[in-house]
């Protein structure tokens, strides 16, 4: 069983920075990927930022330039840094980890970004 437990959401303002947390039950080598996801009230879940075993990013349009995915081997902890946020970023926030056609998720961390 594999567990990803997400941390760090919270209220922000515009403009403002979070880094959330996911700390991984297993060795995040082992997956062919590790990512955000996120979701806002009413809308699908969506692409935030991927990397892969080999340490290549991918990021939507939306966050590029802003939002940075990192990881800690030895601690299997995968990081996403958010600068310049906007109120359109509000949304849970959801790591995810794929190895195959299998998907683990967190259970998501809320992230408001509001005056």
């Known amino acids: 069983q594999v567990q990803l437990v997400e941390s760090g959401g919270g209220l922000v303002q515009p403009g403002g920075s979070l880094r959330l947390s996911c700390a991984v039950s297993?060795?995040?080598?082992?997956?062919?990927?590790m990512g955000w996801y996120r979701q806002a009230p009413g809308k699908q879940r969506e692409l935030v930022t991927t990397?892969?075993?080999?340490?290549?990013?991918n990021y939507a349009d939306s966050v590029k330039g802003r939002f940075t995915i990192s990881r800690d081997i030895a601690k299997n902890t995968v990081y996403l840094q958010m600068n310049s946020l906007k109120p359109e970023d509000t949304a849970v926030y959801y790591c995810?980890?794929?190895?195959?056609?299998?998907?683990?998720w967190g259970q998501g961390t809320q992230v408001t970004v509001s005056s």
């Open positions: 995810n980890a794929r190895w195959g056609a299998l998907n683990y």
């Open positions: 990397i892969t075993s080999g340490g290549s990013p």
């Open positions: 297993r060795n995040i080598f082992s997956f062919d990927t």
